[in-house]
């Protein structure tokens, strides 16, 4: 069984080799050269000097943060009261049917709907207040990410909820908590884990999602991802591109490490 | 009672805020008027110009004919990962195994997306269907691996032991044993590994050249230029298949809990009975 494990398991470990080692050393390696193609520290120095990038990663991570935290405030009270509904798996399938429709479907119908004589702006008009400038703001990239990542939140918080013991809740009950004190200290705390992942996969995510801030924020908002975006695909520097995906994947493994759970029992194989 | 009814309109709420989008773009999909905003007659027209759109279907076919092959390949290679995982008896190899595995699945797509442009260039690979095939196959292993790999730390190891003692080869436990028992798995891998590869854009964004294009990237050019309602009506097909797939996909998960419930109904019935 050894000797043969090795056999049938080879393309995998190919696969890890070229397609997940091979990038990242890649996307290190490339971060070190200039446009002209010499080896430089140059990016890295233009990355912390020049206001302008600092500024940009600083602005992007406050909008994912801002993303987050909306879908986190909607996300969690749903998932609470769908582990109470009767039917659950069916209410959860509808929860996660949108995130089956193409992303940028979604986006375009956000075209739509905030337009300048969209359906928003139709029932501004109808109640008073008067059409204005919806798309192309900040405030639209927000709220269609939001929109966009709310499954991916509610479904790691459901998960947690529904893996809590029932009997813990009739035990804090039964030892006179009110269910305002079960909550805060028995079902919040242990749900914790859900909120973290919920976190990890939508923090991620917010922090690149470039294709939104070019067709719903107008490329007023500019993250992380648009620049990487911008500077391999537009201006064809992917020296600093590389060193802007450098700072993403260092982003990435920061949000990891602190949402991932303290008490590791061994890893998630062991049962 | 009354808490039930506040309960209730909060989660009939959130459904309204995710479905309106989308019933949105289905609804002027049979707008005559051309635009989302007025809705001034019913037409098909819009569905008529699809058919009609011959790159358009060219580009439909292309996305699924990658999703397929794409997922076929992933699906492949990632069960047999999924066994060398399992029969990876060191524990921190296992561990380290199972990070490199989950680093795809954790990676912001537009790092996929430039580090394979920047590996395939280092390569000489030219930017076409191949290159998108290869990316496609790459970020839809580590889902594979995660769907099977439970399934396999649910069989019963002596199993595996009852049949290399009453003769089988290695070939033998691996089709007669092994794949029976994790094809639950293996099928939920495959229906994972298809919608990743139908939903991704920035990947294939990058690493696509001229000659080939996929629905999301059409979607994002044609998007980028305003609004056309053959979208839309395209969209309101895409929904529907969407649907057939999360029913297709229903029933199998469904069969997998009810197996696992079964098994445990039996556990219990057992446990009743040593009482």
Known sequence: ?271 | MKKKKWSNLYLFLVFIFLYVPIFYLIFYSFNAGGTMNDFTGFTLSNYQTVFDDARLIGIVLNTFMLAFLSSLIATTIGTFGAMGIYFTKRRRTRNALLSLNNILMVSPDVIIGASFLIFFTFLGISLNFFSVLLSHIAFSIPIVVLMVLPKLNEMNASLLDAARDLGASTFGVIWKVILPFITPGVIAGYFMAFTYSLDDFAVTFFVTGNGFSTLSVEIYSRARQGISLEINALSALIFLFSICLVIGYYFISKDNLTKKQKRRLRQQSEAREIL
């Open chain 1, 1 to 271: 069984m050894k000797k043969s494990k090795w056999f049938y398991s080879t393309p995998y470990y190919l696969w890890l080799l070229f397609f997940v080692i091979t990038p990242v050393v890649m996307i290190f390696y490339q971060s070190f050269f200039n446009i002209e193609g010499n080896f430089t520290f140059e990016n890295y120095q233009i990355y912390f000097t020049s206001g302008t990038y600092l500024k940009m990663t600083l602005n992007s991570v406050w909008y994912a943060f801002l993303i987050t935290l909306i879908t986190l405030i909607i996300s969690y009270p749903t998932a609470y009261l769908l582990s109470k509904t009767k039917h659950k798996q069916l209410w959860l399938m509808l929860i996660v049917l949108p995130t089956w429709v193409n992303l940028l479907l979604k986006a375009y119908a956000f075209i739509g709907i905030f337009s300048t004589h969209g359906g928003v702006n139709h029932f501004l008009e109808f109640i008073g207040i008067g059409s204005r400038q919806i798309l192309f703001t900040d405030f639209s990239f927000i709220f269609v990410a939001a929109y966009i990542e709310i499954p991916f939140m509610i479904m790691p918080i459901f998960n947690s909820l529904e893996e809590l013991d029932p009997s813990l809740i009739s035990a804090s009950r039964d030892l006179g908590a009110n269910s305002f004190e079960t909550f805060r200290r028995v079902i919040f705390p242990l749900s914790l884990n859900g909120v973290k992942s919920g976190v990890q996969s939508v923090f991620i995510p917010a922090l690149s999602l470039f294709m939104l801030t070019r067709l719903i924020g107008g490329n007023r908002v500019i993250t992380l991802g648009t620049a990487i975006e911008e500077h391999f695909l537009v201006t064809q520097n992917w020296g600093m591109g590389s060193t802007i995906g450098v700072v993403l994947i260092v982003a990435m493994f920061i949000i990891m490490r602190l949402t991932n759970e303290k008490k590791r029992k061994g890893g998630p194989l062991s049962k």
